[in-house]
C-alpha cells in the first residue's frame, strides 16, 4: 500500500478490505430501510387509528376492491422477489448472463404489477372512488354484507369511505412509486452488467437493489390483507 | 457473512422453498379472511403477514447470514414501528373511557 493505490479496482481507497466495503454497504443500505419502515409507519400508524375509529366504513370500502387483482398482484410481486433473489445469487457466482435475465423477469413481473394496479385504478375512477371533489359515492345499507345499517351508520359514513380510499390511494400510491424507481435501477443495472462492471467479488449495486426490492415487497405484504381483506366473510 | 470474507451463497433450493412458503401463506390469509373469527381476523391477517415479511428479511434478504450488526439495524426499524403503533393507537383506543371533565 505504499502508493495508496495498490488495491482492486473494485475496492474503494477507504475502505481496509473488500469484506469491510461489503458490510458497510449493506450497513448502509439497512439503514436506508430502517427510514423507509418510519415513512411507510407513518401511514400504517394513521390507516390502524381511522380503521379502529371507523371501522364500519371501512369493511364497506374495503369490499369495492377486488381480491383477485389483490392476490394475483401479490403471487406477482413475490415472484419478482424470487427473481431478484436469483438475480443476487447470479451476481454472487458471477455469472452476468443470468444476472441480465433474471433482472430482466424481476422488470417484467414489475410491469405486470403496474398493469393490474393501473386496471384497478381504472375502475375505481369510473367509480367515482378516487378522492377528491370527484369523489361520489352512495351508501346502500340493503346490500352490505357487513353488519352496518342506516340507523348504525355514523352520519358522515361516506367522508369515511372517502377516507378509507385516500388511504388506499395514497399507500398503494407510494408502492408504486417505489417499484417505478425499482425498475429505473434495475435498467442502470442490467447496463451496468452488460459492460461487465459486476464480478463475484463486487456486486454491491445488484446486492443493495435486491434489498431495496424485497423491502417493497414486504410493504405490499402488509398492504394486501389491509386493504383488501377487512371485512370479507 | 462467513469466517473467510466471501458472502454465504444459499443454494436454489433455499429460495424456491422461500417462495413455496410464501405462497402458501399467500392462499392462507385469503382463505381465512372468509371466517368469521370475529377480532381476531385482523391478528390472523397480521400474524401471517409477520410470518411472510420475517421469511423474506431472513432468506431473500441475507439477514440470516448477516453480520450482527445488520440484525440490530433490521430489529431496530421494526421495533421503532411497533412503539409508534403500540403508543398511538392505546391513546386513541382509550380515549372516551373516562369521562371527560366538565370544561370550566
Given at each position: 500500500?505504499?502508493?495508496?493505490?495498490?488495491?482492486?479496482?473494485?475496492?474503494?481507497?477507504?475502505?481496509?478490505?473488500?469484506?469491510?466495503?461489503?458490510?458497510?454497504?449493506?450497513?448502509?443500505?439497512?439503514?436506508?430501510?430502517?427510514?423507509?419502515?418510519?415513512?411507510?409507519?407513518?401511514?400504517?400508524?394513521?390507516?390502524?387509528v381511522y380503521r379502529f375509529k371507523y371501522h364500519?366504513a371501512f369493511?364497506?370500502?374495503?369490499?369495492?376492491?377486488?381480491?383477485?387483482?389483490?392476490?394475483?398482484?401479490?403471487?406477482?410481486?413475490?415472484?419478482?422477489?424470487?427473481?431478484?433473489?436469483?438475480?443476487?445469487?447470479?451476481?454472487?457466482?458471477?455469472?452476468?448472463?443470468?444476472?441480465?435475465?433474471?433482472?430482466?423477469?424481476?422488470?417484467?413481473?414489475?410491469?405486470?404489477?403496474?398493469?393490474?394496479?393501473?386496471?384497478?385504478?381504472?375502475?375505481?375512477?369510473?367509480?367515482?372512488?378516487?378522492?377528491?371533489?370527484?369523489?361520489?359515492?352512495?351508501?346502500?345499507?340493503?346490500?352490505?354484507?357487513?353488519?352496518?345499517?342506516?340507523?348504525?351508520?355514523h352520519?358522515?359514513?361516506?367522508?369515511h369511505?372517502?377516507?378509507?380510499?385516500?388511504?388506499?390511494?395514497?399507500?398503494?400510491?407510494?408502492?408504486?412509486?417505489?417499484?417505478?424507481?425499482?425498475?429505473?435501477?434495475?435498467?442502470?443495472?442490467?447496463?451496468?452488467?452488460?459492460?461487465?462492471?459486476?464480478?463475484?467479488?463486487?456486486?454491491?449495486?445488484?446486492?443493495?437493489?435486491?434489498?431495496?426490492?424485497?423491502?417493497?415487497?414486504?410493504?405490499?405484504?402488509?398492504?394486501?390483507?389491509?386493504?383488501?381483506?377487512?371485512?370479507?366473510? | 457473512?462467513?469466517?473467510?470474507?466471501?458472502?454465504?451463497?444459499?443454494?436454489?433450493?433455499?429460495?424456491?422453498?422461500?417462495?413455496?412458503?410464501?405462497?402458501?401463506?399467500?392462499?392462507?390469509?385469503?382463505?381465512?379472511?372468509?371466517?368469521?373469527?370475529?377480532?381476531?381476523?385482523?391478528?390472523?391477517?397480521?400474524?401471517?403477514?409477520?410470518?411472510?415479511?420475517?421469511?423474506?428479511?431472513?432468506?431473500?434478504?441475507?439477514?440470516?447470514?448477516?453480520?450482527?450488526?445488520?440484525?440490530?439495524?433490521?430489529?431496530?426499524?421494526?421495533?421503532?414501528?411497533?412503539?409508534?403503533?403500540?403508543?398511538?393507537?392505546?391513546?386513541y383506543?382509550?380515549?372516551?373511557?373516562?369521562?371527560?371533565?366538565?370544561?370550566?
Open positions: 500500500m505504499a502508493d495508496g493505490h495498490s488495491h482492486p479496482a473494485h475496492l474503494a481507497h477507504h475502505f481496509d478490505s473488500v469484506e469491510q466495503q461489503r458490510e458497510s454497504s449493506s450497513l448502509g443500505m439497512w439503514l436506508f430501510l430502517a427510514q423507509e419502515v418510519m415513512f411507510f409507519g407513518g401511514l400504517f400508524v394513521a390507516y390502524a364500519e369493511a364497506v370500502a374495503s369490499s369495492h376492491l377486488s381480491i383477485a387483482w389483490g392476490a394475483l398482484n401479490t403471487v406477482v410481486l413475490i415472484f419478482s422477489s424470487l427473481t431478484m433473489a436469483l438475480a443476487v445469487r447470479a451476481a454472487q457466482l458471477g455469472d452476468k448472463k443470468k444476472i441480465i435475465h433474471y433482472l430482466l423477469a424481476t422488470i417484467f413481473l414489475a410491469c405486470v404489477f403496474l398493469g393490474v394496479k393501473g386496471i384497478e385504478y381504472t375502475g375505481k375512477y369510473h367509480d367515482q372512488l378516487v378522492p377528491g371533489p370527484t369523489f361520489h359515492y352512495e351508501p346502500d345499507f340493503d346490500k352490505y354484507t357487513v353488519p352496518v345499517t342506516a340507523e348504525t351508520a352520519p358522515n359514513f361516506t367522508g369511505v372517502h377516507l378509507f380510499y385516500s388511504f388506499y390511494f395514497v399507500m398503494t400510491g407510494m408502492h408504486a412509486l417505489h417499484m417505478v424507481i425499482g425498475i429505473g435501477i434495475m435498467i442502470w443495472l442490467i447496463v451496468k452488467a452488460q459492460r461487465g462492471r459486476f464480478s463475484r467479488e463486487y456486486y454491491a449495486p445488484v446486492e443493495m437493489t435486491g434489498l431495496y426490492w424485497h423491502f417493497v415487497d414486504i410493504v405490499w405484504i402488509f398492504l394486501f390483507p389491509l386493504l383488501y381483506l377487512v371485512w370479507r366473510h | 457473512m462467513s469466517e473467510n470474507g466471501q458472502p454465504h451463497i444459499a443454494p436454489l433450493k433455499t429460495y424456491i422453498n422461500v417462495f413455496v412458503a410464501l405462497m402458501v401463506l399467500t392462499v392462507l390469509t385469503v382463505w381465512v379472511a372468509f371466517y368469521d373469527l370475529g377480532a381476531f381476523n385482523i391478528v390472523v391477517a397480521v400474524t401471517i403477514a409477520s410470518i411472510k415479511a420475517y421469511v423474506v428479511v431472513l432468506y431473500f434478504m441475507h439477514v440470516r447470514y448477516s453480520a450482527q450488526i445488520i440484525w440490530l439495524t433490521a430489529a431496530a426499524g421494526f421495533i421503532w414501528f411497533v412503539m409508534m403503533l403500540a403508543l398511538t393507537l392505546a391513546d383506543a382509550t380515549r372516551g373511557w373516562l369521562p371527560f371533565p366538565e370544561p370550566w
